[in-house]
């Protein structure tokens, strides 16, 4: 039997995640999305094939549905819901800090939730997505949301107890790795080098470390001390980043965003 798959509030990481569904070989007729904005889901019916309906139309007749609202908009969104889900329905939650217990507490009769954290190297396949069940959800739903995640990249499971913590490394990371990349930049300038060249040199050089972290073998500190010559250019550098507190700036920074995701699980906005 077909399996529909339905994407509640396809923004975008519900589109990057639809549109790797639909490169890893998923038919377009078997996806369903919802959007708030009529403009917004004729826009995905034109870019995808994808069958644009209502949530409640969704909650009916997808069998796994895929949540990726705003944690504000959660509540909302699951109030609307709940009388239209039946209690099989695989519910997938890929909302930062929402846990599945808020999930299942507003759904009626043992419905199974599992939460996902994913980031937006989704639209290259290159996603990290963290899976974790809920009090429901069987070996079974594990793996359907194992194979749909899949699409777009690695997946783990966790215990839901280090979501918010995966949540701060690998589904904020990529924008960390964005503001490095804009700040060397920025350095390439102040050393006179053009805007377009100094963009190619430090995006290059990610490539080319982001691919020996995987594919060598080797520890970070290794890779790294194989750079930095005796007296040489790379531990003045080095030097300066300790002196600025740049590896306590990053602490700091992942430990306050795990504190959010934990702060938008209590339902706090702003
Ligand atoms: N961006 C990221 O890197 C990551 C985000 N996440 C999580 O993914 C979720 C979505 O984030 P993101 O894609 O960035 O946000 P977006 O705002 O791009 O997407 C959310 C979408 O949901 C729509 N929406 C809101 N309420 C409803 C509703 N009741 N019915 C139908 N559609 C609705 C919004 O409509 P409208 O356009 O009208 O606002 C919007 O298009 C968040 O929970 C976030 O924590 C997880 C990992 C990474
Ligand atoms: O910034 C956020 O809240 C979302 C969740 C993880 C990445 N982006």
Sequence with gaps: MTQKVAVLGTGKIGEALLSGMIRGGWAPADLLVTARRQERADELRTRYGVTPVTNAEAAKTADTLILTVKPQDMGTLLDELAPHVPADRLVISGAAGITTAFIEERLTGGTPVVRVMTNTPALVDEAMSVISGGTHATADHLAHAEEIFGAVGK????????????????????????????????????????????????????????????????????????????????????????????????????????????????GKKD
């Excluded at 980043?241 to 602490?251: C, D, F, K, P, S």
């Excluded at 430990?255 to 209590?266: I, M, W």
Aim: with cysteine; net charge negative; aromatic share 4%.
């Design 155 to 266: 997946t783990l499971r966790v215990p839901e107890s280090q979501q918010d913590a995966c949540t701060a490394l690998s589904g904020s990371g990529p924008a960390y790795f964005f503001y490095l990349v804009e700040a060397m930049t920025d350095a390439g300038i102040l050393l006179g080098l053009p805007r377009d060249k100094a963009h190619d040199l430090i995006v290059q050089s990610a490539i080319g470390a982001a691919t020996m972290l995987r594919d060598s073998g080797e520890h970070p500190v290794k890779l790294r001390e194989n750079v930095t010559s005796p007296a040489g250019t790379t531990i003045n550098a080095i030097r300066e980043l300790e002196n600025h507190g740049v590896r306590a700036a990053l602490i700091a920074a992942l430990e306050a965003a795990r504190d959010r995701s934990r702060e938008l699980a209590s």
